[in-house]
């Protein structure tokens, strides 16, 4: 009965020692107050003294029991740490914090969570928020000043946007009138006829400033000869008259000066084919006129040369544009067929042309 007895006294010590333990399991830091206070190597007043601390000596205590502090003796940097017993009359707590439960710990864990989660809630909030305005902006076309919330991103127009990136294909129809000059190798005199043009094109967007843009245009090209002859009353006045399809091949280099207004400028070759055409002979002498209207006009089928000239385009809104220019056309081939031709006195013709020609583009 009395070793039953021992074993129950002594399991209940463990028990009681390891509760205490575990109650005060704490980072005590501790001030020595005393001259010399002595650590002994077991809890009580007679156990063996083990070491003996200065007073204002710091030192660490992880468990308490009792009157008595558990102490780290301080040692030399990397020996092995050794513990004694302290009483709590020999020094004061400048430190202690409880150890924290396990459970509270958890708890605090997932407040966290909770908390960080919240926060990347509101951010994709704020993110779909500021897309959301961005697209709708653009949409409308509408400029608006950088934000804060737009992570300072530049929002520029509708406008903007289309004429810094040039749609890669256009579509344009064109009308405008023709004035015609002939050039040839005798000194009659030579008056323009207005004629007109109308026709379309394709446009080439090459980059931000230059367009590769082919035409077919259907002209209608008119001018008058006069040939006086001196010291009698006789006199010739040849009308020419041609209807023609012409192809030019132009590039276009813009000069962008806003988003509605630029002025451009051009040139590029044509070719050309005569559809049909006529010359009207009127002879004047002694105050009678006779005149004869022949079909071909002594011209050849094909006429080729150069273009060139300057205009303006307004832009009208939805990628459309208006433009109005500016066109010379110098013809290099010599159009007259002087082996058909019952005029012997000419060899040579080639076209002048001034155009002025309104267009339209999408």
């Known amino acids: 009965m009395k070793t039953r007895g021992k074993a129950i006294g002594l399991l209940f010590f463990i028990a009681l020692f390891c509760f205490s333990i575990t109650a005060q399991a704490a980072a005590i830091k501790l001030r020595i107050k005393v001259p010399n206070a002595n650590v002994r190597a077991e809890p009580g007043a007679a156990a063996r003294i083990i070491f003996q601390a200065p007073q204002g000596t710091i030192l660490e205590s992880e468990n308490r029991q009792g009157e008595w502090y558990r102490v780290a003796i301080p040692g030399p940097v990397g020996g092995v740490t050794k513990y004694g017993f302290i009483h709590q009359s020999t020094v004061d707590v400048i430190e ?108 080439l967007g090459l980059n931000e400033f230059l367009e ?41 280099a813009s000069i962008p000066l806003g988003d509605v207004f630029r002025p451009f400028i051009f040139a590029g070759p044509y070719s050309s084919i005569r559809i049909g055409g006529k010359k009207i002979v009127t002879t004047k002498y002694k105050g009678k006129s006779l005149s004869e209207e022949e079909e071909g006009a002594d011209l050849k089928l094909f006429d080729f040369g150069y273009a060139f000239g300057a205009g303006c385009g307004f832009q009208i809104g939805g990628g459309s544009r208006l433009s109005l220019q500016i066109r010379f056309t110098n013809g290099l081939a010599n159009i007259f067929d002087s082996k058909n031709s019952p005029i012997t006195w000419i060899q040579s013709i080639k076209t002048r042309n001034l155009s002025l020609i309104l267009g339209f583009s999408i």
Not at 225 to 250: A, K
Request: charged letters at 35%.
């Open 212 to 252: 590769l843009e082919p035409e077919i245009l259907f002209a209608t090209k008119r001018s008058r000869q006069f040939t006086d002859y001196y010291g009698s009353s006789y006199s010739n006045e040849i009308e020419w008259r041609s209807t023609v399809i012409e192809v030019p091949v132009l590039i276009r």
């Open 96 to 203: 202690e914090s409880k150890e924290v439960p396990k459970q509270e710990k958890t708890d605090a864990r997932k407040e966290e969570g909770k908390k960080v989660e919240e926060k990347q809630k509101v951010e994709e909030k704020k993110e779909v928020e500021v897309s959301e305005e961005v697209g709708w902006i653009i949409k409308k076309g509408k400029a608006k000043a950088p934000s804060k919330t737009e992570a300072n991103k530049e929002i520029p127009s509708n406008e903007s946007l289309q004429n810094r990136k040039s749609q890669p294909i256009g579509m344009g129809l064109k009308i405008g009138t023709n004035f015609t000059n002939l050039s040839m190798d005798v000194e009659d005199e030579v008056q323009s006829i207005m004629g007109f043009c109308v026709g379309g094109s394709v446009t």
